[in-house]
């Protein structure tokens, strides 16, 4: 087995989601509206890393190049860590851990299959190009999306 490239992506997702109130608002948005979170932090990538604006059908040729490896794999991973909480720690910790490196894998795929590299125009509103590709796969907005990008827009880069 190789190593793993370094991924700008993931490591913006794990500056990220250590945020205060983007944990709740991310899981919010999963399991109310059926967001993927990786898909959801990649359109915040783009914007903020990358100074790209994304269009609906980027978003979803993306997700469809992740859609089985999410269905078959961290799908089912978080749902046997689910039903071990509470009832054994030690399976629901390597559940998590198992899950949350399903989810790099799935996010080394988007990073893959996406051709962006960090950068982008300088100029550019990356907080607002953020908020704009999240929405995307937010029709008609939520509140949890606010709070997320609340939070984007607390940090102090990314």
Known sequence: MTEALPNPFWTFSLAVYARPGVPPACLVLQDRRGIDVNLL???AW???G?????????????DAAVAGWRRDMVQ?????????KGEDEALYRRMKAAELEAERVQQDRLFAASGLVPGGDTGADRR?????????????GDPALD????ALEDGNGA
């Open 128 to 140: 607002g190009l953020a908020a704009a590709n999240m929405a995307l796969l937010i029709p008609g």
């Open 147 to 150: 709070a997320l990008v609340a």
């Open 46 to 48: 783009a914007g903020i």
């Open 41 to 43: 932090l990649f359109a």
């Open 76 to 84: 089912p991973l978080r749902a046997i860590r689910r039903r071990a």
């Open 50 to 62: 990358c100074g790209v604006a994304l269009t609906a059908e980027r978003l979803a040729a993306l």
